[in-house]
């Protein structure tokens, strides 16, 4: 089973960035996609614009960190997860996250200038670091306000 | 842009059904999704159970009421949407919802005996009538009360 | 890195079924996907068919040479890989196929009656096992004459 | 019916341009997709390599040729097409394209320094001007050595 989901679009609030109680940085964002379509007499119209939560970890958040600014359109590739936590209440809360194992500026917009960095073995292995890295953040979330 | 979303799981509810105003049938239902990974000693486990809402309009909606049971494992296409109604209390209320353009069962595991039905001319013009359509269905949610 | 791919379309030809060296069993088919679009002056027209094979295994494989009939709208998630191999003359050769993890048919067009199977444990560990199954296809594949 | 692709690779090619004889540009590359996989002892390997050609038109072809080079690590969005021509010796030959709707530098891999570029209204209503273009496209590769 999967939820396999790719996104283009324009982001629409600061990066933002934490260290996990594990010591591994998270980055996150909000993505705003308004989608385009032909109307019954020809012309194109917007949709409604839809908003979702990138988180990206490791590398992929060190970097987008360093690279990536409020109105920045982006092309993001990933999984749709839900996270769930405890509010301060003690109700149950989700949201929908897209958790990006590849972003990029997107070169429909604007040109880009790329500078390659060193990846460690571990980078290469993303599986259960990255759940272990999951359950760390969801840890830190379980006690913190309700993302927004 | 556009926000494109493919899922495989279970179906967690029965399949509801609705007209809308302009006299369409939807259908929805929750779709489950637990990912599968392999961790550091080899051995493989579940990932934490995601949940997604995912709506069917017109032919599709009619099949798949037709078809789908809960319990069933599916094969979901379409794109990932935000729909925003304001509740009862005058608050801005929001949810993510994947609008299927194609829903299939898992033939991973199990068997399908399949008939075709004939679909009209009008099926194969998605896009505005799919927006009016989604205007009219939001036109329903707002006046009703919130979606599970 | 990865490449996915999802795609509805008609299945062009019969479900072919072998054995490999390894005593598994493998499906493939030739699906064709012919996308509309609106042109300029607001009607639809169709844009040229693509064909492309795809591969399923396992229990996918028994499912859909027991489900799935020329013709019949379906709706698959893979992978894209490249399979390479040298034919009778020493010619390196090579195509695109789509390797399934999911096939269902696409309920926009019809509707269907399912049966769940019951999978083995092994079913459930995909990679590794997918890998050596590859690998003898391709070995069986070396020595056979080229694909359609 | 759609074909919808993502893939993230290496560029293994220089972008070549060309400009069609309606006047448009169009940029093409050949993209190198190498999965990696975690075996039953746990420990990871690389799966083969697949190899599919990109092709990107109009604002995406400018851009992409200005910031793309050999070697870079990216992520493409689009849709898997076969291209078919007639060659020299009057034979049928078809391949399949990635014809990409979005191209970003992979930040999983390294950092970025992104420049927003102007877009015409044209930009922004993609199908059937694409279609004009696909079809430009062909006559030229009819009368031309088959591609590599």
Redesign the interface.
Known sequence: ??????????VGTEVETRVTRAGQTTASFRLA??????????E?GD??????TVTCYR??AD??R???AKG????V?G????Q?WVDADGQRQ?R?VLEA?????????????????E?TVA???P???L?DL?LSVEADQASAPAPA
């Open positions: 089973m999967e939820a396999h989901l790719n996104m283009t679009g324009w996609c308004t989608p385009r379509a032909r109307r019954a007499g020809g194109w949709l409604e614009t839809s908003w979702l590398s992929l970097n987008v360093a690279s990536v920045d359109p982006v092309v590739v999984r749709l997860r839900t769930a989700d929908q194992t590849a972003v990029g500026h997107d070169l429909t917009r604007g040109t880009a200038v790329f500078s390659r960095t990846r980078e290469e292995e599986d259960e670091t759940r999951i």
